[in-house]
């Protein structure tokens, strides 16, 4: 059980586009979801945290306007990444849990790469 | 501020000993704490939990350790394989009150064959 997908698990895109990035859990209520981001080598920076329903809250120095997301169901969340940059190439990571909020189980990850 | 960090970046085990991950951290008040194992390109997987009124939990060849005196928190893993090479973050979780969820910086383990 507990299991959270993410798509696409890659993608390659233009500077200036935008890419929107899913994450699902599969077979569990997500009353909350997370997004996070991992340079190489690096641990895990907490992006921002979504509720079902509701705005998402951000990270300081995490541009809103730039990482939109949306949590429309308790199963769904999404991150659109706005008018990408080079400087936006990373690996995205969501997480989730259910009502007890206690443990966050993670998506597989997607990595973006802008040229 | 608070924080969860490891004692160790990298740690380079034989196939077949034990493994020992270490990860301290700051805050007393903390209700529970993960161990997570992160293989190259994926994202992290669950490997064991203990609450905050335990001293010591045993999964599959994994222990985890709690010293709630000195606020230090390890992974044990026995006959490591090279399959467990991968990072380790430990996460502090608070749910009284604001949640929280902190990270420690992550332990790379290799495994040596």
């Known amino acids: 059980g507990a299991v959270v997908s993410q798509h696409p698990s890659r993608v390659i895109c233009k500077s200036g586009t935008s890419v929107k990035i899913e994450c699902r859990s599969l077979d569990f209520q997500a009353t909350t979801m997370f997004w996070y981001r991992q340079f190489p080598k690096q641990s895990l920076m907490l992006m921002a945290t979504?509720?079902?329903?509701?705005?998402?809250?951000?990270e300081q120095g995490v541009e809103k306007d730039k990482f939109l997301i949306n949590h429309a169901s308790l199963t769904l969340s999404t991150l659109t990444v706005t008018s990408a940059h080079p400087e936006d190439s990373s690996f995205y990571i969501c997480s989730a849990t259910g009502v007890q909020r206690e443990t966050q189980y993670f998506g597989p990850g997607t990595r973006l790469l802008v040229l | 501020g608070e924080s969860v960090g490891l004692h160790l970046p990298t740690l380079s085990v034989q196939e077949g000993d034990n493994s020992i991950i270490n990860c301290a951290y700051s805050n007393s008040a903390s209700d529970y704490f993960i161990w997570y194992k992160q293989e190259s390109g994926k994202g992290p997987q669950f490997i064991i939990d203990i609450r905050s009124n335990m001293d010591k939990r045993q999964g599959q060849r994994v222990t985890v350790l709690l010293n709630k005196t000195v606020k230090h928190l390890s992974l044990q893993i026995a006959a490591t394989q090279p399959g467990d090479s991968a990072v380790y973050f430990c996460?502090?979780?608070?749910?009284?009150?604001?949640?929280?969820?902190?990270f420690g910086t992550g332990t790379r383990l290799k495994v040596l064959a």
């Open positions: 996460a502090e979780i608070f749910t009284s009150g604001t949640y929280k969820y902190i």
């Open positions: 979504s509720n079902e329903g509701s705005k998402a809250t951000y």
